[in-house]
């Protein structure tokens, strides 16, 4: 989806196509380990969904807690 969006917008905008070019040049430089991934999560209770990649880890903002749940998170 991401690559499709960048694909049209560089096909429309030559400076975009420019500088994405550019960007993708540099970002070949960068090798960051030997690209196998492990993913784990341990203890705690979760509320938030998380997302986790290769070289990212993203996870929501926690939400309050509701009057029938414990305020600690872990």
Not at 18 to 28: D, N, P, S, T, V
């Amino acid at each position: 989806m991401l690559s499709t969006v960048l694909a049209v917008r560089a096909a429309l905008d030559e400076n975009f196509r420019i500088g994405l070019e550019r960007w993708h040049e540099q970002a070949r430089l960068i090798r960051a380990g030997d690209g196998n991934v492990v993913n784990e999560i341990n203890g705690g209770t979760f509320h938030e969904p998380v997302m986790q990649g290769r070289d990212i880890f993203f996870t929501a903002a926690p939400r309050p807690a509701t009057p029938d749940e414990p305020c600690a998170r872990g």
